[in-house]
């Protein structure tokens, strides 16, 4: 499985940005997606989910109603489009992939077994 992310860039504080990530090397039904970001000096954190088959999201409490996860099966594309960004949501971001992730495993950096490289997002106020 490949992932190649892309779309960052710099963003006025309040502004909106998308971000993309291209999937290829198998089917994807069973899968789910997700963004994922680390700042400067933090851990990588959780930023929203979306299953591939069906489109359940779930979105990190700071982003919720800001952000939007979404996916394009005809692609093989996910996006996250960020709206009302803040300085708070620079960060590089990275899109990841799974199987067999049950709910309660969404928010988990380990629960993911393919991540792409990473595309920087940066708010200035």
């Known amino acids: 499985v490949q992932l190649q992310a892309s779309g960052g860039g710099l963003v006025q504080a309040g502004g909106s940005l998308s971000v993309s990530c291209a999937a290829s090397?198998?089917?994807?039904?069973?899968?789910?997606m997700g963004w994922f970001r680390q700042a400067p000096g933090k851990e990588r954190e959780f930023v929203a989910a979306?299953?591939?088959?069906?489109?359940?999201?779930a979105y990190a409490d700071s982003v919720r109603g800001r952000f939007t996860i979404s996916r394009d099966k005809a692609k093989n594309t996910i996006y996250l489009q960020m709206n009302s960004v803040q300085p708070e949501d620079t960060a590089v971001y990275y899109c990841?992939?799974?199987?067999?992730?049950?709910?309660?495993?969404?928010?988990?950096?380990?629960?993911?077994?393919?991540w792409g490289q990473g595309t920087l997002v940066t708010v200035s106020s």
């Open positions: 979306i299953r591939w088959n069906g489109g359940t999201t």
């Open positions: 090397g198998r089917t994807f039904s069973t899968y789910v």
């Open positions: 990841a992939g799974g199987t067999g992730i049950i709910l309660s495993q969404l928010r988990q950096n380990h629960a993911y077994g393919y």
